[in-house]
């Protein structure tokens, strides 16, 4: 009944969300970090446990587990530990409703913002024909468009832009959510919260004019009752790589 | 208690997965057709259910619930009837997995496509001045900047193309699944099956290189399975409009 996981370092979004649902529900789990920079997501051993070469990955008695969202639904479903859904249908539907926002909107525009910070000076650091033979292990056309672009720097002005309005409407809407209710989906902590904490928390430190003490008071609250919780704490501890995650008031570190 | 749906007809994609969700779960609702050409959508009594001017929403004890594949879930979740999740987590978490890819690929694909047919031809009956008025009642930016490019016909062609491959793998993603178990999930009926229906059906009339007895025989068998299933039936009864709903040969009519 081995769980094993591959993930990336440092722990946050994609990986970090499944990673954390595994320390919030209890499960005990083989760690597998991949070397990013190392094109590791492309070598023909992982890409025998995910054909598509994206991270995270669970496997769990030899099937793998991949796509966030449905991977976090299913730790839920298949292990023992504290329930990670409201049981009020209504309360649920809502939880669906943050997972279907982060996954169509505030999280692909924080990865493309977060792209055009990191790709260039990641991939820049090789010579063209290294980037040439790294992008040839990409196993979908579509992907190895969407580095060569981030790489050569040629995503529109207008896609940014785009970005950051949605960045923009994100922090509105957590902080008017968060106004009402101690967690997104309403009384319960759920898998909704796991999942936008892992795209939110770094807002405070990269966006700090969107994120702050005085224009999303409620947002900053439930940032700093997130690193308090004993799964978090223990996440950022095993948290590695050459930028700190981000943090709030409430660590002491 | 209750339960109203906002639709738009012909029924299928969006609007048809929720109707035929109701129906199979076996819940009695009262029928709010929305008239599209007429921009009901976009009415301010429709717009303080849903805000977005999104069809369809569902109507439950005074509370609007939106957004499809979250509102397919609560029906299942907070009526009594037939289960339509698989009680096996493997199950549950690939019918997550189509819910994922629908929404975030299929689905989209096909309404680009969609809407390159019947956007252009639909509003062109229409003044520039009566489309301008109507196009100032959607409310937000970015569904109107998508509304005026489908109408000025200025979907670049490499999206289109794009679209058009997006099908072509849904078709062999769809025979492939549909080889190996009867129903989208495995051996159980599910959400799966309700949600690809909707979007998959109209490929034989529309798409018949890519969808047909030859190249896809699984996948034709499980749309005669669709259609012979009671549920599917009635939407096929019910459903009205000037373009008649994809049929397969199990159709009688």
Redesign the interface.
Known sequence: MAVELYFFQPLGTNSGRVYLTLLEKGVDFVRHELDGRAFDHFQPDYLAINPKGQVPSLVHDG?A???G???M??ID??FEGPPLKPSD??A??RM??WA?YI??DFGPAGMMLNWSNVVRPFMGERSRDEVEALLKRVPTDERRRAWKRAYERVVPEAELAESRRRNEVGAARMEAALATSPWLAGDDYSLADINMFNFFSWMPRFQPDLVNAEKTPHAMAWLDRMEARPAVQQMRAETTGRRTPPQTGAETT
Chains 1, 2 share one sequence.
């Open positions: 099937r587990i991949t796509e969202a449905p991977t639904d299913y479903d298949a249908p209504k649920r539907w669906r409703c279907e996954d169509q």
